[in-house]
């Protein structure tokens, strides 16, 4: 985060003095308490400070890169999760090309009549199965697609730093969100390259003001 030149005055001000009220702070500047409210909001809620009600403010000592590190491991999947772009285990390659096509997605996601989770298709999957094939429409994914265990999945309370080692680790475009129930494993959400993409430029412009 970059820090106006009154931001930095406070902070000087407040690493040797804390705890001090914000009173104080204002007195040392020359300006009105009122004035200060917004740089001090904006300190606080960055962590470099730490306000304690009738005590005043202490410098917490975290570095602008200490603090990026712990607002990345708060972000959690739910927050970026997309909405999944699913197609039944009785749907045909054609049908599966078609979606993906249409969706605009590199990963479709196959699931039963309860909606769980059962194989994923990636679009290497759908080409490979297209190559010299003339009947698409007579070919059921569930033949070509990946299955369990051989599918990574993720929660929608899970760190998103995890969910995209996940997609590093393993060389794929999305991950499944999931819930357990008696049935499986349900589909809520998808987390893709596009998701971190997203996450990582709201990260960047917070980062900015």
């Known amino acids: 985060m970059e820090l106006s030149?009154?931001?930095?005055?406070i902070i000087e001000i407040v690493k040797p003095n804390g705890p001090i009220t914000g009173e104080k702070i204002a007195e040392q500047l020359g300006l009105t308490r009122a004035t200060l409210r917004p740089d001090l909001a904006i300190l606080t809620m960055a962590g470099y400070l730490e306000a304690r009600p009738r005590v005043g403010y202490f410098f917490t000592g975290k570095t602008g890169s200490e603090l990026l590190t712990e607002n990345i491991k708060k972000m959690k999947v739910y927050e970026y999760q997309q909405v999944p772009v699913a197609v039944r285990e009785d749907s045909s390659v054609y049908d599966a090309i078609t979606t993906m096509f249409l969706e605009d997605v590199g990963t479709l996601f196959v699931v039963d009549e309860h909606s769980c989770l059962t194989g994923v298709l990636s679009r290497k999957d759908l080409l490979r199965a297209s190559i010299g094939q003339q009947h698409l429409n007579e070919i059921p994914v569930h033949i070509i697609m990946t299955r369990m265990p051989n599918i990574t999945v993720c929660r929608k309370?899970?760190?998103?730093?995890e969910a995209a080692q996940k997609l590093i680790s393993r060389?794929?475009?999305g991950l499944p969100v999931v819930k357990d129930t008696e049935k499986g494993m349900e589909i809520?959400?998808?987390i893709t390259k596009t998701s971190m993409t997203k996450a990582l430029v709201e990260l960047t412009l917070e980062d900015r003001y």
């Not at 030149?5 to 005055?9: D, M, Y």
């Not at 309370?157 to 730093?161: A, G, Q, R, S, T």
Request: glycine share 6%; charged share 40%.
């Open 157 to 161: 309370n899970d760190p998103l730093i």
């Open 5 to 9: 030149e009154r931001q930095e005055q």
């Open 171 to 173: 060389q794929i475009d």
């Open 188 to 190: 809520i959400g998808r």
